[in-house]
C-alpha cells in the first residue's frame, strides 16, 4: 500500500479505519497495480449520509477530467461485487468492468469479497 492510500484512509475514516486498513492491505496482495498511462482511484468513497447527492459522481467526474488533462489514456478503479450500487455509479460515468477477482483466500478471519476492475478509455 502506498504512503498516499494510507493517509487517505486514514484522513476519512479516522479511529474507525482499523478494518479497512486490513482489508486494504489483504487486497492490495492479490491485484496488479495500474499501468504507466493509467489514472487509478483507490479506497473511494462517501460516507453513508451524504450518498444519493451526487457527490461521487461529481468527485469522479473531476478525476476523469484532471486524468485527461495530464495525458492518461485509461481511468480505471476497482469496487467490491457485494457493493452493486457503486458498480451503477461508476457504470452511469461510462467504466465498464474489464476483470473480476475472486478471493478464496481468508486471513484472520478476514474474508474479501470478490472485486472488479473498472474502466473507461479516455
Not at 474507525?16 to 489483504?26: D, G, N
Not at 495500474?34 to 457527490?55: D, E, K
Not at 467526474?61 to 457503486?86: M, S
Request: aromatic share 8%; with cysteine; proline share 5%.
Amino acid at each position: 500500500m502506498s504512503r498516499g492510500a494510507l493517509q487517505q484512509i486514514l484522513r476519512f475514516y479516522t479511529y474507525a479505519c482499523i478494518p479497512v486498513l486490513r482489508r486494504a492491505m489483504q487486497t492490495t496482495q492479490w491485484m496488479p497495480p495500474p499501468g504507466r498511462n493509467t489514472w487509478y482511484v483507490a479506497n473511494f468513497g462517501v460516507s453513508a449520509a451524504l450518498r444519493g447527492q451526487g457527490i461521487g459522481a461529481a468527485l469522479l467526474q473531476r478525476q476523469i477530467a484532471h486524468a485527461q488533462a495530464i495525458g492518461k489514456r485509461k481511468f480505471a478503479l476497482d469496487v467490491a461485487a457485494t457493493n452493486p450500487r457503486a458498480q451503477q455509479l461508476y457504470e452511469r460515468l461510462g467504466l465498464r468492468v474489464v476483470r473480476e477477482t475472486a478471493f478464496a483466500a481468508e486471513r484472520d478471519s478476514l474474508q474479501v469479497p470478490a472485486s472488479r476492475r473498472m474502466e473507461l478509455l479516455l
